[in-house]
């Protein structure tokens, strides 16, 4: 019986080719069938790809940073298909770094002071709800408070740890707790 879905790898390749998206994914130049997904409160997309995308990735297209939010292990109808979700915040870190300022003069040894030589910029997804663990229903949490997604990389488990601070929409805000429960994104709690 003839689907009209399962796509052969010729034909998911010639239609990539013909209609597809140039992204960027993980700083690597790819091209992709993107999708719409039903309106709703966020902006998603999918991603329809004969290669896997992870789920934490970064997308950019259209001059916008977009998460890979589901995770995909198995091809569907020949292709990965996987959604992708707009990135709302910038998270400005201090780059901080050990500075020789001079040697004591007692005992003639270094003397360091941790000075801000730059700022990192990370793209996050912000969410001001979260999940019940006992209904599943999204319930709003307190204020000041917020979820951030940002991609599970060793960089930014540096980065976000417990009462570490950043800056994001011109206020400071402290990391109160660390989910890495889901591969590839890593959830920061944090309060104002």
């Avoid at 990539?16 to 409160?41: M, P, R, W, Y």
């Avoid at 801000?116 to 204020?143: F, H, M, Q, R, W």
Wanted: glycine share 6%.
């Amino acid at each position: 019986m003839f689907n009209l879905f399962d796509f052969q790898d010729e034909d998911l390749s010639f239609l990539i080719n013909e209609t597809g998206q140039s992204v960027i994914v993980n700083g690597i130049a790819d091209k992709v069938l993107i999708t719409n997904k039903s309106i709703g409160e966020f902006e998603e997309r999918y991603i329809h790809s004969p290669e896997l995308i992870s789920r934490g990735s970064l997308v950019e297209w259209n001059a916008n940073k977009y998460l890979v939010t589901s995770e995909a292990l198995e091809k569907r109808g020949g292709k990965y298909k996987v959604i992708m979700r707009n990135c709302n915040g910038d998270i400005e870190i201090p780059r901080v770094e050990q500075v020789l300022i001079g040697t004591d003069p007692y005992t003639g040894r270094p003397v360091y002071e941790e000075q801000v030589v730059g700022t990192d910029y990370i793209s996050a997804i912000v969410d001001k709800k979260t999940l019940s663990v006992s209904t599943n229903e999204a319930i709003n949490t307190i204020d000041n408070q917020f979820i951030i997604k940002v991609q599970d990389n060793e960089t930014n488990r540096e980065k976000f740890v417990l009462n570490s601070e950043f800056t994001m929409y011109g206020e400071t805000w402290t990391v109160m707790n660390l989910n890495y429960s889901k591969v590839g994104i890593l959830e920061v709690n944090i309060k104002s």
